[in-house]
């Protein structure tokens, strides 16, 4: 079972439904305790960055969602849920975030380009990963942001875009896993991605 994060933000629906196409079983909630149990966790995610994390502290989720990410079980972050992995952000007046993965958020350097940037763009991966198995070097995925994250080590970049310059599009740290694109619109490879989150979900030790 994949507990879908209910935080009242964005594409919780378009999400439990991809997982379901997949062979997952999501659960869309709230609950502390079932995200608590759960096999793998899902965090997604739209809007602005001190607002979701303003709903994930008022409700306690994230506090539920660090203990998660300690004890090692797998969680994805995808697109506003990526960026709240990290430690802040300096959309509106900035706001600190789950702190799971060392760096911040930034706004999308895309001189020239119109923002939010909205599209396909290809990813290109820098290392493997299970998250990414079965897609090749590259692979093309749906995009909606207008902020990027900046992770502090390197070694957390799983992929990268370009839109006026490179953007930090995937990361993985340990079992904290986090996407800017929208696997749950990206057809065939989107699909496959989540898919292979959930593989990772079932043969990870309770």
Sequence with gaps: ???LVDYGMGNRRSVEKALERVGAEPLLTD????IA???GVVVPGVGAFPEGMRRLRESGLD???RERAAAGRPLLGICLGMQLLFDSSDEHDGAS???LVPGGVEALR???LKLPHIGWNRVAWERSSPLTEGLGEAAAFYHVHSFAARPADGEDVLGRGEYGAPFVSAIARGEV???QFHPEKSSAAGLRLLAN???ICARTPA
């Design 1 to 3: 079972m994949i507990a």
């Design 31 to 34: 609950d502390h305790e079932r």
């Design 37 to 39: 149990l759960a096999d």
């Design 63 to 65: 506090e539920v969602l």
């Design 97 to 99: 975030g789950l702190g």
């Design 110 to 112: 895309a001189p020239g």
């Design 177 to 179: 896993y986090g996407v």
């Design 197 to 199: 989150f959930t593989a």
